[in-house]
């Protein structure tokens, strides 16, 4: 599920029709509607998946940081406005 996020952000992020309609629905799906995931939880879930980039990436770096951060949080603050 990991992968298959990540690689919608790329998608999304790199301005791809089929990415970006995919993000609207996964903002639907998840808005208080639908799976009711709280605005809270996915800066929790961003700490979670830094942290295990962190881990697993031996070239992780906080210019990587940065860049994952900056890109997932554009997605964040997008799910969480449809909430």
């Given at each position: 599920?990991?992968?298959?996020?990540l690689k919608l952000v790329a998608a999304?992020?790199?301005?791809?029709?089929?990415?970006?309609?995919?993000?609207?629905?996964r903002s639907e799906s998840h808005d208080?509607?639908?799976?009711?995931?709280?605005?809270?939880?996915?800066?929790?879930?961003?700490?979670?998946?830094?942290?295990?980039?962190?881990?697993?990436?031996?070239?992780?770096?906080?210019?990587?940081?940065?860049?994952?951060?900056?890109?997932?949080?554009?997605?964040?603050?997008?799910?969480?406005?449809?909430?």
């Amino acid at each position: 599920m990991l992968i298959k996020s990540l690689k919608l952000v790329a998608a999304a992020t790199a301005g791809v029709p089929a990415g970006l309609a995919e993000i609207k629905a996964r903002s639907e799906s998840h808005d208080r509607k639908h799976l009711d995931i709280k605005p809270h939880l996915y800066g929790l879930w961003l700490s979670s998946v830094i942290a295990s980039a962190r881990i697993h990436d031996k070239s992780w770096d906080a210019r990587t940081e940065d860049a994952w951060k900056t890109i997932l949080g554009h997605v964040i603050n997008r799910m969480k406005k449809a909430y």
